[in-house]
């Protein structure tokens, strides 16, 4: 049997500004709850809130991380992402080893108990 690739986890989000978006991704990196932030402009999102349709210019962050970080990366999202509720969207992908093993070596957990 084939040895299974090593996973890491990929969340996206969005924000209304480039100013959220460098200060998530600032935090993260300095949290160590991402080995890699990336920051993309010019999006425009249509959507429905609250009972009438948006347009808006968006930035989307795209963070790499580990699989068991999610519990951690959910949590700081709730406390630190300006949208009452925001877009979270998340996948474990298969990678490379050395892509994961960078990964691992950027992202810190907290102990277990």
């Keep these: 049997m084939p040895d299974k690739h090593p996973t890491v986890l990929s969340l996206t989000t969005t924000v209304a500004s480039a100013e959220d978006a460098q200060r998530l991704a600032r935090a ?28 808006d210019a968006e930035w ?14 959910l949590g700081f999202m709730d406390a630190q992402h300006p949208y009452d509720t925001p877009q979270l969207l998340w996948q474990e992908l298969e990678s490379s080893a050395d892509y994961a093993q960078w990964v691992r070596s950027q992202v810190s957990l907290p102990p277990t108990l």
Excluded: N
């Design 60 to 73: 989307r962050l795209t963070l790499k991380t580990l699989p068991e970080a999610l519990p951690d990366l």
């Design 28 to 55: 993260l990196l300095g949290q160590r709850l991402a080995a890699c932030v990336q920051v993309e402009a010019g999006l425009v999102s249509h959507y429905r809130w609250q009972g009438s349709v948006h347009e």
